[in-house]
């Protein structure tokens, strides 16, 4: 059964850049079985989706945060990476990192989440 | 991508059934067969209760179902216990690798 943990700063100062990881662990993140994302939820919010890495290398991000995230994958430690550059009060949200199989469309396992807080 | 509309709140008592709707568009929930639910407690990260609009994961109670009418998806929960007390949130594939999510529905046991 495949386990996520997110790791990374809790505070981020205003117009700097979010650095997180996930670590995935009881399965291996080179398949193409699965995509790998990373969601947020602004404390009291809903849910919102962020971007996707699959195993071809292509990775989608929602539209509204397009110009400012990036996510990666580090095959050789089984991590998968957000960089969200600029960010404002409003980045602040705990993140989750999710996978799920992709014939499926849903998000199977997740991680417990991290709080970043945005200071100004 | 406009987020998917669920009513803030619905309660219910013990042992009765409560449905919780999520509408959306034709770019997502009216077009595709991937919606899927999710339960989250308080300080808890989500957790898959449905998905594929009507399938329930392994390990999930039967006591939770979902379904779908055009632009519609629902979860049903019957015999509704303590435990259930939660939010619930829908989601829905929107086509070219995107979700979209529903702003969340928190259910009280009465």
């Known amino acids: 059964q495949l386990q996520l943990q997110e790791s990374g700063p809790g505070l981020v100062k205003a117009s700097e850049t979010l650095s997180l990881t996930c670590t995935v662990s009881?399965?291996?993140?080179?398949?193409?079985?699965?995509?790998w994302v990373w969601i947020r939820q602004p404390p009291g919010k809903g849910l919102a989706w962020i971007g996707s890495?699959?195993?071809?290398?292509?990775?989608y991000y929602t539209p509204s945060l397009q110009s400012r995230v990036t996510v990666s994958v580090n095959k050789s430690n089984n991590q998968f990476s957000l960089i969200l550059r600029s960010v404002t009060a409003a980045d602040t949200a705990v993140y989750y990192c999710?996978?799920?199989?992709?014939?499926?469309?849903?998000?199977?396992?997740w991680g417990p989440g991290t709080l970043v807080t945005v200071s100004s | 991508q406009s987020a998917l509309t669920q009513p803030a709140s619905v309660s219910g008592s013990p042992g009765q059934s409560i449905t919780i709707s999520c509408t959306g568009t034709s770019s997502d929930v009216g077009s595709y067969t991937f919606v899927s639910w999710y339960q989250q407690h308080p300080g808890k990260a989500p957790k898959l209760m449905t998905y594929?609009?009507?399938k329930r994961p392994s390990g999930v109670s039967n006591r939770f179902s979902g379904s779908k009418s055009g632009h519609t998806a629902s979860l049903t929960i019957s015999g509704l216990q303590a435990e259930d007390e939660a939010d619930y949130y829908c989601c829905s594939y929107a086509g070219s690798s995107s979700w979209v999510f529903g702003g969340g529905t928190k259910l009280t046991v009465l």
């Open positions: 999710a996978t799920g199989v992709q014939r499926f469309m849903a998000f199977d396992y």
């Open positions: 890495f699959y195993y071809s290398g292509t990775t």
């Open positions: 594929e609009d009507t």
């Open positions: 009881g399965g291996s993140i080179s398949t193409s079985d699965y995509y």
